[in-house]
C-alpha cells in the first residue's frame, strides 16, 4: 500500500529552549507513522510529515503531551494566533509585576545591608513564606509544568533546571522557617532565601516576557502580508427575479459586497480607483495601473488592460475595470507566499544542527555539574559549606538555561526569509538561504531571464525569386504548432501583416533545432545551423549575411524548401532594462557571472556584451544544460542557476542554489530555492547579499550563546572564589540568563534595516 502522506504546521506551546526543541523533535519522530519532524523555537511551530493512514493528530498529541509540552490540533488562522499571544503576554506582564514587587519586599526584608530599613512585618518569616508561595507555585507554574511530565519519562529540559534551582531555594528557606533550631544546631545561621527562589522566578519570566516582545518583531512579515488581504468583493450577480417580470426577460446584474471568503472561481468582480483587488484574475472589461509593490518590490505602477493578469491584494491606483476570478482561497499568490515564508521561517538550517547536537546533551550535563558542584563546595567548602553548595548550584542550574543557543538560528532565519518576502525574494527553505551566501559562480539562461523573452522579428531576407510576404507566411504556417518563443515571434509578424496561414502536414519539433512539415507536398525545414547541417542544407553562400545579422545579437532563422535554402528571418530579444546593473552587481561581490543559451556563439556574445557578461556557454541544447552545471560545479565551484523556473526546471535543480524569475501569478515556486517575484535581476545580488547577512548574524549569535554558556557556568560553579573570593549570585545568574536570550533575538533583528533598493 503506498503511503498516504501528509504534511502540517502544529502550534507547540512550552517550548522555552534548544533542549525543549530536541525533546519534541524526538518524540514526534519516533512516533509509529511519522516520517520527518522540524520543530522550531522561533515560531513555536512544527512541520511534521507523517502517513495518515498509520498516525491520527491524536497520537502526535499524545506524543508532546509526554514530553510535558502541549501540541495544539485545532488549526487557527494567523490572526487567531496572535491575538492569543496577546493574552499570553498580559498574563505574564501580570506574572512579572506580582513576581517581582513581592520579590522586592522579600529582598527588603532579608538581605543583610537593607533588613534593617524595614518594617517588622517584613523581617518575619512566615510573612516571607506567605509572600513567596504564590510565586512559586502560580507564577512559577509552567516550570512544574513542563518538568514533571519530563521527569517521569527521562527527559529534561530548560524549565527543569529552574524547577530544580527555585525548588530548593524555597523548601530550604521553608524548613528554615519551621524549623530554625535544626539548622542552629548543624552550626548555620538560620536564615531563609525566599528572595532567591522568587526574584529568580520574576527575572527570568521577565526575560521571557522581553523576548517575546523581541520575537514578535521577527515574524513581522508573515503580520504585513496578511495584512495587505482584501476584507471583501464587489461581485457581479443577476438581480433576484421579481413579480411581474415579462416573460424570457433576462434579470439585470448587480454589485453585491461579499467576504472574500466567499469568491469563487468565475465570479465577475469590480474594482474601482483606490480599491485592493481582491483575489487574482483576469482583466474582461476596462483598463488601469496597478501598484503591485506588495509582491514585487518595485514602487512603480504598472500598466494592465483586457486580458492581462492581476493579483490579490495589489492596490488598484487608477481606472475602472471588470476582472473574473481564476485563483481564491489558498490558491492566489498571496496565500501562496504566506504559505511559502512560514515553511521558510520553520524550516532548519544545517548550521543549526550544531546547536541541536549541543543542547541534546546540555541540560543532562548541567545537572550533572549541579550535582558535582554541590559535593565539591559541601566537602570542601568553607563554613557554612551546605549554604554555600546550596546557593552556587542553584546558582549553575540557573546560568546554564539554553535558551540563546535555540534562538540563535531560527529567529535569524525569520528575519531574512521576512526580508526577502517583503521584497519580493521567496525563499523557499532556511538551507537555501544558508547555501546561498557561499555561492561564486551564477549562471543566468538568456531568453526570458537576460532578457524580455518577448522577441520580435526584425529582417526578413529571401535569397532566391520567393518575396518577403511568401517567406513569412510559410515560416508562420510551419512554426504554429509550435510553442518556443521565436514560433511566437514570427506567428505574431504573419498577423500582424494579416497574412492567411497554411495547413502544415507532418509538423514536427526537433529540440535544439528547429521544426520540420511538409505543405502541397514541399518539405519544410526552419531553424538554426545546426538543422540546415543536419538536413545537408547548404548555407555556405549566405554566411556573410547571417553573421551580420548574428553580430546584431539576432537569432536567424534559416527557411528551406525542399533542402533549399529559401530565406531567412532574424528575430531579436531585448535585453531587460535591470540585466546590466543586476550583473555588475554581481561582479561587484565577486561572483563569477556566466550566460548560458541555445543560440550560436555570435548572437550569444552580442548579448553577452550588452549585459557585461564575460563567460558565455552557447549552442547548449535544453537537456544539457543540467550537464554544463554539473561541469562547473566539478572545477570546484558553487553554483546558482537563474532561470525561468519551468523550462530548466533540471538545471536549477542540479545547482546548488535554484533561482527562478517569477512571471505574473504563475510563479514557479516549486522549481526553485528562491523565487524572484520582481523580476528585477538586480535582486539576485540582493538574494546573496541578504543571505550573507543571514549567515553573519547567525554565527554571532551562536559565538554568544555558547560563548555566555562556556564562560558563566565555571562562574557559576565558583572557578574564582578560592583567587578573589568572588560568587556569583543566584539572582545575577538569572539577570545574565534573561539578557543572554534578549540578546541573541535583538541581534537577530538587526538585519531589519537590510535594504534593497532597486534604483542604485
Known amino acids: 500500500m503506498p503511503y498516504k502522506l501528509t504534511k502540517r504546521s502544529f502550534v507547540i506551546k512550552g517550548m522555552h529552549c534548544a533542549s525543549c526543541v530536541r525533546v519534541t523533535e524526538r518524540a514526534l519522530k519516533k512516533t509509529p507513522g511519522v516520517t520527518d519532524a522540524v520543530v522550531n523555537l522561533a515560531t513555536q511551530k512544527a512541520m511534521v510529515t507523517y502517513d495518515e493512514d498509520n498516525c491520527t493528530q491524536e497520537q502526535l498529541a499524545n506524543s508532546i503531551a509526554k514530553t510535558g509540552y502541549t501540541l495544539e490540533l485545532e488549526q487557527k488562522g494567523e490572526t487567531v494566533i496572535q491575538e492569543e499571544k496577546k493574552k499570553e503576554l498580559q498574563i ?3 506574572k512579572v509585576v506580582i513576581s517581582l514587587g513581592l520579590g522586592f519586599l522579600i529582598f527588603w526584608g532579608s538581605f543583610p545591608v537593607l533588613m534593617e530599613t524595614a518594617p517588622a512585618i517584613l523581617r518575619n518569616f512566615f510573612v516571607q513564606l506567605l509572600l513567596a508561595t504564590p510565586v512559586q507555585f502560580w507564577a512559577g507554574q509552567e516550570f512544574y509544568r513542563a518538568t514533571i511530565p519530563a521527569l517521569k519519562h527521562r527527559t529534561a529540559n530548560m524549565d527543569t533546571l529552574v524547577a530544580l534551582g527555585t525548588t530548593v531555594a524555597y523548601f530550604y528557606s521553608a524548613f528554615v522557617t519551621f524549623f530554625p533550631q535544626v539548622i542552629m544546631n548543624l ?43 482584501a476584507k471583501t468583493a464587489r461581485v457581479l450577480r443577476q438581480a433576484p427575479s421579481f413579480a411581474g417580470a415579462s416573460k424570457g426577460r433576462q434579470d439585470k446584474l448587480i454589485e453585491v459586497d461579499i467576504p472574500i471568503d466567499q469568491v469563487q472561481i468565475g465570479d465577475i468582480i469590480r474594482v474601482r480607483p483606490g480599491e485592493k483587488i481582491p483575489v487574482d484574475g483576469i482583466i474582461t472589461v476596462g483598463e488601469s495601473s496597478i501598484d503591485e509593490s506588495m509582491i514585487t518590490g518595485e514602487s512603480i505602477p504598472i500598466d494592465k488592460t483586457k486580458g492581462d493578469t492581476v493579483v490579490g491584494a495589489t492596490m488598484n491606483k487608477s481606472g475602472t475595470f471588470t476582472y473574473k476570478a481564476t485563483k481564491v482561497g489558498n490558491e492566489t499568490m498571496l496565500a501562496q507566499i504566506i504559505k511559502l515564508v512560514e515553511e521558510a521561517q520553520g524550516s532548519k538550517a544545517p548550521i543549526q544542527r550544531l546547536a541541536d547536537v549541543v543542547s541534546s546533551y546540555f541540560v543532562p550535563v548541567v545537572i550533572m555539574l549541579a550535582f558535582l558542584t554541590f559535593g565539591v563546595w559541601y566537602i570542601f567548602g568553607p563554613q557554612p559549606s551546605f549554604l554555600f553548595a546550596m546557593l552556587n548550584t542553584v ?18 532565519i525569520m528575519v531574512g526569509t521576512g526580508i526577502g518576502a517583503e521584497h519580493g525574494i521567496l525563499i523557499k ?99 538554426n545551423r545546426r538543422l540546415m547541417n543536419k538536413e545537408n542544407v547548404s548555407v555556405a553562400s549566405y554566411n556573410s549575411e547571417i553573421t551580420r545579422l548574428e553580430g546584431g545579437g539576432k537569432t536567424v532563422m534559416m527557411l528551406a524548401i525542399n533542402r533549399k535554402l529559401a530565406g531567412l528571418i532574424a528575430v531579436a530579444d531585448t535585453v531587460k532594462d535591470s ?13 563569477e557571472v556566466v550566460m548560458i543559451t541555445g543560440d550560436n556563439e555570435k548572437t550569444a556574445q552580442a548579448i553577452a556584451k550588452q549585459v557585461g557578461v564575460n563567460r558565455v556557454l552557447a549552442e547548449v541544447l535544453p537537456d544539457q544544460k543540467e550537464l554544463e552545471i554539473r561541469k562547473i560545479q566539478k572545477e570546484g565551484k558553487k553554483v546558482a542557476m537563474v532561470g525561468d523556473g519551468i523550462n530548466d526546471a533540471p538545471a536549477l535543480t542540479a545547482a546548488d542554489v535554484g533561482i527562478a524569475m517569477g512571471t505574473g501569478t504563475d510563479v514557479a515556486i516549486e522549481a526553485a530555492d528562491i523565487t524572484l517575484i520582481n523580476k528585477d535581476l538586480k535582486s539576485v545580488a540582493s538574494a546573496i547579499e541578504l543571505s550573507k547577512k543571514t549567515m553573519r548574524t547567525i554565527k554571532l549569535n551562536l559565538i554568544w550563546a555558547f560563548g555566555y554558556n562556556i564562560i558563566l557556568i565555571p562562574v557559576a560553579m565558583g572557578i574564582l572564589y578560592p583567587f578573589f573570593g568572588i560568587l556569583l549570585n543566584p539572582i545575577l545568574a538569572s539577570v545574565a540568563m534573561a539578557t543572554s536570550s534578549i540578546s541573541v533575538v535583538s541581534n537577530s533583528l538587526l538585519p531589519k534595516r537590510f535594504k534593497i533598493n532597486y534604483d542604485n
Open 187 to 229: 552550626g548555620m545561621d538560620p536564615m531563609p532565601y525566599f528572595d532567591v527562589a522568587v526574584i529568580v522566578i520574576g527575572l527570568i519570566l521577565l526575560g521571557r516576557y522581553f523576548e517575546a516582545k523581541a520575537k514578535a518583531g521577527t515574524s513581522q512579515a508573515i503580520k504585513k502580508l496578511i495584512g495587505l488581504q
Open 579 to 591: 540585466a546590466k546593473e543586476g550583473v555588475a552587481q554581481l561582479q561587484k561581490l565577486g561572483i
Open 395 to 412: 546558582a549553575v542550574l540557573i546560568i546554564a538555561c539554553p535558551c540563546a543557543m535555540g534562538l540563535a538560528t531560527p529567529t535569524a
Open 92 to 94: 505574564l506582564r501580570n
Open 429 to 527: 527553505d532556511a538551507e537555501s538561504l544558508e547555501t546561498a551566501h557561499k555561492i561564486n559562480t551564477i549562471i543566468f539562461d538568456k531568453t526570458g531571464t537576460l532578457t524580455k523573452g518577448k522577441p520580435e522579428v526584425t529582417d526578413i531576407i529571401s535569397l532566391n525569386k520567393t518575396n518577403k510576404d511568401e517567406i513569412l507566411k510559410l515560416a508562420a504556417s510551419i512554426e504554429k504548432g509550435s510553442e518556443h518563443s521565436l514560433a511566437e515571434a514570427i506567428v505574431k509578424e504573419a498577423e500582424k501583416q494579416k497574412l492567411v496561414l497554411n495547413k502544415v502536414e507532418g509538423f514536427k519539433a526537433i529540440a535544439g533545432y528547429g521544426v520540420e512539415g511538409l505543405l502541397e507536398k514541399n518539405q519544410l525545414f526552419l531553424g
